[in-house]
């Protein structure tokens, strides 16, 4: 399996902009997770989803951020309007739901920066 | 709620020389997972060594280990013989034992290897 693939590795855009983040998780993996990462808050969790259903968003900052898991195999997290403050690392993770010891694997990460 | 601490933002060892990253944390449950993950430049991040609640050993990969205290909520990771590639910013983390957790992670201590 390739691993968690996430896309764009990068992205700068402008304050205002809608920017969408994408996210591959492995085969077979019933969870998955969204991250964000800044140097003040460190790792947070957004929201992860169960067998595609988003289970808590209780960490998704505000309104301007939305998450979907339309199959298996495919999640977007949206930030429509983007704000400078929105700069950060946003991993992507999945895993099994039983049967291990609930390791989750990453992806490489977005790099997002709002000017 | 469950909190994760690292006290250490920096550390610093030789090459070939013995470090210790500590991590302490709080919860009230008695059933969890604990883990180390690395994070190199390349931002990846790592699993490197995972440690379940009820088991009293403690766990070793390779050089790596842990000095697990549960009644003390005490975590932390021993690199034997250090490397120049173990330089990267090492995260401490916590989840509970049930499908649906996510994990919850310290703030980080930075790892520099000299040679």
């Not at chain 2, 601490?5 to 997972?33: H, I």
């Not at chain 2, 699993?47 to 766990?59: F, H, T």
């Amino acid at each position: 399996d390739a691993g968690v693939i996430q896309s764009p590795r990068h992205e700068v855009t402008e304050m205002g902009q809608e920017v969408t983040l994408r996210c591959k998780p492995i085969s077979g993996h019933d969870y998955l997770f969204w991250y964000r990462q800044t140097m003040m808050r460190g790792l947070e969790l957004l929201i992860y989803f169960n067998n595609n259903v988003p289970i808590d968003d209780s960490g998704m900052p505000e309104d301007r951020f939305s998450a979907k898991m339309p199959n298996a195999s495919f999640s977007t997290l949206k930030i429509q309007p983007s704000e400078p403050r929105d700069s950060a690392v946003y991993f992507c993770a999945s895993r099994f739901g039983t049967g291990s010891s609930y390791e989750q694997y990453f992806g490489p990460g977005t790099r997002l920066t709002v000017t | 709620a469950q909190t994760v601490t690292q006290s250490q933002p920096e550390m610093s060892v030789q090459e070939a020389e013995t470090v210790t990253l500590s991590c302490t944390y709080d919860t009230s449950e008695s059933d969890y997972y604990l883990f180390w993950y690395k994070q190199p430049p390349s931002r990846q991040m790592i699993l490197v060594i995972r440690q379940e609640a009820y088991k009293q050993q403690n766990a070793t990969e390779n050089r790596f280990s842990v000095n697990f205290q549960k009644a003390a909520k005490s975590f932390s990771l021993k690199i034997s013989d250090s490397q120049l590639g173990d330089a990267a910013m090492y995260f401490c983390a916590y989840t509970l034992n049930q499908a649906g957790t996510a994990l919850i992670f310290g703030k980080g201590t930075t790892l520099s290897v000299s040679s």
